[in-house]
Nanobody, 126 residues
Framework: QVHVVESGGGLVQAGDSLRLACAAS????????MGWFRQAPGKEREFVAA????????DYANPVKGRFTISRDNAKVTMYLQMNNLKPEDTAVYYC???????????????????WGQGTQVTVSS
């Protein structure tokens, strides 16, 4: 069992930045590949970004490419999502997800991740 907890959400204006953090415990952090997903009201949960267990592979959804950066600090057992130039359409609950992965692998599908956090709200006003 892996316990994941997100933090860092909030209310910001369009163009502002936020950094989300995700702490994971219960398994060796360096064995976990991880991802960020989001869900806006009335919409399906969608992929945002993913990172391999060593941090060497990453992937992003098209709407966030060039604005969001996923990273991880294995010494701090924490993953981050730096969000710059936020837009009102980025408003959603952001979820951290974890899975045991082979080196270099990432996944963009929520079904690949057995462990999820409770989510953190990000609201971007225009």
């Amino acid at each position: 069992q892996v316990h994941v907890v997100e933090s860092g959400g909030g209310l910001v204006q369009a163009g502002d930045s936020l950094r989300l953090a995700c702490a994971a415990s219960g398994r060796t952090f360096t064995l976990l590949r991880m991802g960020w997903f989001r869900q806006a009201p009335g919409k399906e949960r969608e992929f945002v970004a993913a990172i391999s267990r060593g941090g060497t592979s990453t992937d992003y959804a098209n709407p966030v490419k060039g604005r969001f950066t996923i990273s991880r600090d294995n010494a701090k057992v924490t993953m981050y999502l730096q969000m710059n130039n936020l837009k009102p359409e980025d408003t959603a609950v952001y979820y951290c997800a974890a899975d045991v992965g082979i080196p270099g692998s990432i996944s963009t599908t929520p079904q690949s991740y057995p462990w999820w956090g409770q989510g953190t709200q990000v609201t971007v006003s225009s």
